[in-house]
């Protein structure tokens, strides 16, 4: 079982940066590769970023690329989004969610575990 909490999102204007957190429960976050995924109103889920277990491997949405970084910290069980030249198209409701498969995935219906979300709001 793995609980995660997500936190470090806001008011931001466009430009701007934000540096979101995502702080995980139990010993065995270093066997979850982890993602991070956004929900806008009246849109689905959508994939943000994905870091493999050992954090050497990202991908990232077309949307976002060149702009926002995952990273992780195995010792202290969290996972970074580092969200650079924000747009308003970013605003969204920022969740982080966690998967036990060797595979990196983008598809929200693997993941086994989510965060609560954090909102950013992009102003223009």
């Known amino acids: 079982q793995v609980q995660l909490v997500e936190s470090g999102g806001g008011l931001v204007q466009a430009g701007g940066s934000l540096r979101l957190s995502c702080a995980a429960s139990g010993r065995t976050f270093s066997s979850y590769s982890m993602g991070w995924f956004r929900q806008a109103p009246g849109k689905e889920r959508e994939f943000v970023a994905a870091l493999s277990r050992s954090g050497r491997t990202t991908y990232y949405a077309d949307s976002v690329k060149g702009r926002f970084t995952i990273s992780r910290d195995n010792a202290k069980n969290t996972v970074y989004l580092q969200m650079n030249s924000l747009k308003p198209e970013d605003t969204a409701v920022y969740y982080c969610?966690?998967?036990?498969?060797?595979?990196?995935?983008?598809?929200?219906?693997?993941?086994?575990?989510w965060g609560q979300g954090t909102q950013v709001t992009v102003s223009s």
């Open positions: 969610a966690a998967e036990s498969s060797v595979v990196m995935t983008t598809t929200p219906g693997e993941y086994d575990y």
